[in-house]
């Protein structure tokens, strides 16, 4: 216990006027003695707190300080030094780890460090994790709706029903049957086969998968490798791959739980700033969904018999359009999109590659 | 800037000016500790962090040589943000859901988010104090439902409508929505946009109209029609900034096509690219977000007061205007390090252009303050929704 004699000089407020009080503070059985200042006639009743009662001030650089009493009083210093050295005196070993951390450089540093570790881990595994979570409460009707809408709005905006001769259709949908069959013979999830073209060029060669199982084929994929369907089975165990692991659900949930936490870090400043992290992390989980859909892409193949070599070649013919395109100055958003959401196509090849072996 | 307050015959008077003496790199300090403790609690720690936040943001803030105070609980202010998150959560979970539920969040939305607004005012008020004694929110309920409930039905509602009309299209495959129900969402959203300044100014009316502190309350006096201009001077400006930089593509599209041979042309086109990047956010966000922030500010404080106390704001545009440029430039060189230094820059900016003016010694401004148990629930959920309160 410190000794009596060691007091501070300080302001009471009753908490119910504004007029300050001068007041000598000082230590004594556990409890914070207020006394009015000795130099004047009284002002007010001196007064004991016990200490676990009070609320008192962090320790800063700049600022003063407050001392919360129970009822509404408080006491406030009149030099902040003094009230710190003070404190530190009677009050030894009182200051959190937090106030010590925030005071020191060398604390801050740690604390980035390990902040730049933790969130780290909770975006390689704590928010797929969450996510994964998420999506599996959120009943499968709501992926068929959202999916029906998308079709609606797609077939309005940029399709238009397949020019491809229906026993083409019947040969590649059978054929994809018989390989989901074939891998999946405890029963998959539902899926359903939508062919159509784009309304221009842009689409070109492509395929989508949409939540609730409906997986889109462009013609123009189809008439890519002309007389090789093992490759067009390749794409759609792709697009399966998203289907059955609910990608578009999982990336939904992922965008909004990114948006939030950036929103809490970066709180009350411009809604641009916001945005650019959440876009990033969206890119980054966007390319591993693309990497799992992949890896569904080869176990499908494997089922049915079929080399996962055959994308590789898939993908250089894709490589060649782009470059017609380019050439003929068509190069626009489309590449560029691929280009940020899907993982570099020399990867993908060799990831084919190496699964054919 | 006029003062639209009635000023009584006497004695000039006493002119206090706000002082904010919080420091970026401190501010950086705290902010990095409590970042790392919100992460590794998955959230937990954010009242904890918060209430450190406005501590510190309130002990410097200075009024005639005294600091404010805040005493939010973290502890009480957790159950507000859970019951603030899960409100969030069924609210946005619930409009993915058919056309029914998501009317029905909207309708919750509209119904509940007054009453957690006035709650929100009241508790922040209610846990901050000067000169030992806490200020208060008078608002009553009515009043909330009233500023706020016709811009939130406006703007909500008539989606979730329109969204059952799609719904009930046929043989499960949704049909687009009818002309009916876009004319009403056309109709609701120009209504909305055209009352929108008012709309505004009724909740700011709200608000600074029930800031009490003692005995003493607040009132606005700024006039709706002032904050019309506000609105279509900031219309004007963002109209010359369009034509402006309409003009600037126009010359170095003007540019490109004769140095299209070059063998530069990558580099170029990356630099032309950044250099729009750069213009495009300082004149379509930098610059209309300043303008109107300077502009309310100065009209809403400045009409803010009563008879014997009154505020006074003066902030300036274009040095507003080049600390927002600077800000950022730096949270984007930085990778928002900066940030930090961005908030107090900021806030020092606005604080300091205000004045509070008072007609009796300030040492005399004392009354009794009734004692009113704050709910923590609005607090937080203000936050949330990232709706400012604007003190």
């Known amino acids: 216990m410190s000794p009596v004699t060691d007091t501070l000089d300080a302001r009471y407020f009753d908490g119910r006027s504004s007029r300050p009080r001068a007041a000598r503070l000082y230590l004594a059985d556990g409890q914070l003695h207020i006394t009015p200042a000795a130099t004047e006639p009284a002002t007010f009743e001196a007064l004991a707190v016990p200490i676990a009662q009070i609320r ?44 010590r951390a925030q005071q020191s450089w060398r604390g801050v540093a740690l604390a980035l460090v390990l902040l730049l570790a933790a969130t780290a881990a909770v975006y390689q595994w704590g928010l797929p994790w969450i996510a994964r979570g998420v999506t599996a409460l959120v009943p499968q009707q709501v992926d068929t709706l959202i999916g029906a809408q998308a079709l609606a709005s797609l077939d309005e905006s940029m399709l238009r029903p397949s020019a491809l001769p229906a026993d083409t259709q019947e040969r590649i949908r059978r054929a994809f049957t018989r390989m989901v069959a074939g891998a999946h013979p405890e029963g998959a999830p539902p899926w359903n086969l939508q062919f159509r073209q784009g309304r221009d060029d842009k689409l070109g060669p492509n395929a989508l998968a949409l939540p609730g199982g409906t997986i889109v084929l462009t013609d123009a994929l189809v008439q890519l490798l002309p007389g090789d369907e093992d490759a067009v089975l390749g794409v759609l165990g792709h697009e399966f791959g998203h289907v059955r692991l609910r990608h578009t659900m999982r990336q939904l949930v992922q965008a909004s739980a990114v948006g939030f936490a950036v929103s809490i870090a970066f709180g009350d400043f411009g809604t641009l700033i916001g945005t650019a992290p959440v876009v990033l992390a969206t890119l980054g989980y966007s390319r591993d969904a693309e990497r799992e859909a992949d890896e569904e892409s080869v176990r499908l193949m494997r089922a049915a018999g079929i080399s996962p070599r055959v994308m590789a070649g898939f993908f250089e013919a894709i490589e060649r359009w782009r470059g017609d395109q380019a050439r003929d100055g068509r190069n626009d958003s489309a590449i560029g999109l691929a280009f940020a959401t899907h993982p570099a196509t020399a990867e993908r090849i060799a990831f084919f590659k190496a699964a054919a072996e | ?133 806490r200020f208060r929110f008078t608002g009553d309920t009515a009043g909330a439902y009233g500023a706020l409930m016709p811009p939130l039905a406006l703007a909500l509602l008539p989606f979730a409508v329109a969204g059952l009309t799609v719904e009930s299209g046929e043989g499960g495959r949704p049909a687009a929505p009818s002309p009916a129900a876009t004319g009403l969402i056309g109709l609701c959203m120009l209504v909305f946009f055209v009352g929108l300044p008012f709309f505004l100014w009724k909740l700011r009316r709200y608000q600074h109209g ?45 540019i490109g096509a004769i140095g299209r041979q070059g063998p530069g042309m990558g580099v170029a086109m990356v630099a032309t690219l950044m250099i729009f990047a750069i213009g495009g956010v300082l004149l379509f966000n930098i610059l209309p977000k300043s303008y109107l922030q300077v502009r309310l500010q100065n009209l809403l404080w400045s009409t803010t007061g009563n008879e014997v106390l009154l505020f006074d704001s003066r902030l300036k545009l274009g040095p507003f205007l080049r600390l927002q440029l600077k800000n950022y430039l730096l949270i984007f060189l930085t990778l928002g390090l900066y940030w930090p230094f961005a908030v107090i820059g900021t806030r020092r900016a606005q604080l300091e252009a205000v004045t509070l003016e008072t007609r009796t010694p300030l040492d005399e401004l004392t009354r009794a303050a009734g004692e009113e148990d704050p709910s923590a629930a609005g607090d937080m959920a203000a936050d949330l929704f990232g709706l400012d309160i604007g003190m």
């Not at chain 2, 069924?90 to 509940?112: E, K």
């Not at chain 2, 709706?224 to 170095?252: D, N, P, Q, S």
């Open chain 1, 56 to 99: 008192w001030p962090e320790r800063t650089r700049h600022g003063g300080r407050l001392a919360s009493l129970p009822g509404g009083a408080s006491v406030q210093a009149l030099d902040v030094p003094g009230w710190d050295d003070w404190c530190a005196r009677t009050l030894p070993g009182r200051e959190s780890p937090v106030v």
């Open chain 2, 1 to 133: 800037m006029t003062m639209a307050i009635d000023t009584p015959a006497g004695p000039p008077p006493e002119r206090h000016p706000i002082g904010f003496t919080a420091s970026g790199s401190e501010y950086f300090r705290i902010w990095i500790v409590n970042l790392l403790l919100i992460v590794v609690t998955l959230g937990l720690y954010l009242p904890w962090a918060k209430v450190r936040k406005l501590q510190y943001f309130h002990a410097n803030t200075w009024v005639d040589g005294d600091a404010l105070g805040f005493h939010g609980e973290p502890a009480k202010m957790l159950r507000g943000t859970l019951i603030a998150a899960a409100f969030l959560i069924v609210y946005s979970v619930g409009s993915h859901f058919s056309g029914w539920a998501a009317l029905l969040a909207a309708l919750a939305f509209v119904g509940l988010w007054p009453a957690l607004f006035r709650a929100s005012m009241r508790f922040r008020l209610a846990n901050t104090s000067w000169r030992g004694l």
């Open chain 2, 210 to 254: 029930h800031y009490a502190y003692g005995g003493l309350q607040t009132r606005l006096d700024a006039d709706v029609g002032v904050v019309y201009g506000v609105f279509i001077k900031l219309i004007g400006l963002t109209l010359a900034v369009m034509v402006l930089a309409g003009l600037g593509v126009g010359l170095l599209i003007g």
